[in-house]
Every structure is written in structure tokens, then in C-alpha cells.
T-cell receptor, first 112, second 113 residues
């Protein structure tokens, strides 16, 4: 069974479109995350979320918004896509204690 | 979280021990040392973590110096599948907050056949 899964694996879209990436974890964890890995391979936290709080990296544009329908899912919505949004997006999850993070396989987003 | 310094790349022969160093001279008393790796085109994978004692699990060993200013990740018998970027991360104790991991540039370990 896949612990952390993401869909789609690849996403190609036009500038200005709105898209979503889905993430699901079956580990029973209470915290989920979204990371962005750019073309230079730098991996940066975008959001972390549990049932108590949403922590947003201040550098993330407000076009990006996480939405959690339940504890096992944290979807990433992106409005008005820009060329610079092209990257690989990773979802992760952890239990508060211990907080070892488990990552999904990534979604490669290409904005044309 | 304290900053870490790692060599950008290292080579190791298959079957030998791979020793990956990490400097974290500004580490605080409540900060742990974590190691993750990222194999090409995959998500990062947790390896091991520790506070001050040496740790060992099925993947690797972690040696932390007595002053805690540096550490070494040891892969005892490296295989080709261990080729990856290895990240040393220092962060507050588990459960200290729901913040994310701060990844540096890591060490690109290449296992040579």
C-alpha cells in the first residue's frame, strides 16, 4: 500500500489556468505538508497543516491555497498559473510526535 | 533551525562504507540532527535522526560528536541504489511545531561500481 500518494503525477497546463493537485496519506498522521522543488533542485516548504493550525511560508503567493477535506487529504489549489510555478510539488505527512516526514512521489507541473 | 554545511558531492565504491559529514556548529540544545535522502525523481526519504547519542537502524548509523557541532552518516555497505542526494537537517525536537523541514543543498553521493 502506498503511504503518501499524489495525483496527477504529471500536469501540463497553460498560463492563467487554475489547477489542483491531490494528496492522500493512509498512515493516520495528523500533519500534512506541501513542498516545492524548483529547477535548481532546491526543496522548500510551502505549507504545513494539521487540525489545529495552518502554517504558511510567507514567500508563497496567495494564488496557492491548501484545502483539507479531512485528516487524510491535503489538496493544493493553484489559481492563475504562471511560468514560474513550473516545478515538482511534493506532499508529505507526519505524526506530531515523532515528526518523521513521509513524502509522496511528487507531481511535475509544467506551465506553458 | 540551525544551519548545516555539507560537501556538495562525494564518491564511494560499491560495497564500501559511505561516510557523509555534516557541520552544524550553531546547533542548540533542543535541536535534533535528521538525515533524509532523495533518489533521482523520487520524494525525499527519511533515514535516521538523533540528539546526542549515536544511533543505528536498518539503513544507516549516525555518529554525533560530543560537542554536537558535527555529525557523520554512515551507510555501512553502499550499493548502487544508495546513489542519491543526502540532506542533513537540524531542527527542534519532535513535536516542537508543525513547521516543515528546511532543506539545504545536500551531498550528492555517487556509488561507483
Amino acid at each position: 500500500d502506498t503511504a503518501v500518494s499524489q495525483t496527477p503525477k504529471y500536469l501540463v497546463t497553460q498560463m492563467g489556468n487554475d489547477k489542483s493537485i491531490k494528496c492522500e496519506q493512509n498512515l493516520g498522521h495528523d500533519t500534512m505538508y506541501w513542498y516545492k522543488q524548483d529547477s535548481k533542485k532546491f526543496l522548500k516548504i510551502m505549507f504545513s497543516y494539521n487540525n489545529k493550525e495552518l502554517i504558511i511560508n510567507e514567500t508563497v503567493p496567495n494564488r496557492f491555497s491548501p484545502k483539507s477535506p479531512d485528516k487524510a487529504h491535503l489538496n493544493l489549489h493553484i489559481n492563475s498559473l504562471e511560468l514560474g510555478d513550473s516545478a515538482v510539488y511534493f506532499c508529505a505527512s507526519s505524526q506530531s510526535v515523532p515528526d518523521t516526514q513521509y513524502f509522496g512521489p511528487g507531481t511535475r507541473l509544467t506551465v506553458l | 533551525d540551525a544551519k548545516t554545511t555539507q560537501p556538495p558531492s562525494m564518491d564511494c565504491a560499491e560495497g564500501r562504507a559511505a561516510n557523509l559529514p555534516c557541520n552544524h556548529s550553531t546547533i542548540s540544545g533542543n535541536e535534533y540532527v535528521y538525515w533524509y535522502r532523495q533518489i533521482h525523481s523520487q520524494g525525499p526519504q527519511y533515514i535516521i535522526h538523533g540528539l546526542k547519542n549515536n544511533e543505528t537502524n536498518e539503513m544507516a548509523s549516525l555518529i554525533i560528536t560530543e560537542d554536537r557541532k558535527s555529525s557523520t552518516l554512515i551507510l555501512p555497505h553502499a550499493t548502487l541504489r544508495d546513489t542519491a542526494v543526502y540532506y542533513c537537517i537540524v531542527r527542534v525536537e519532535p513535536g516542537g511545531g508543525a513547521d516543515g523541514l528546511t532543506f539545504g543543498k545536500g551531498t550528492h553521493l555517487i556509488i561507483q561500481p
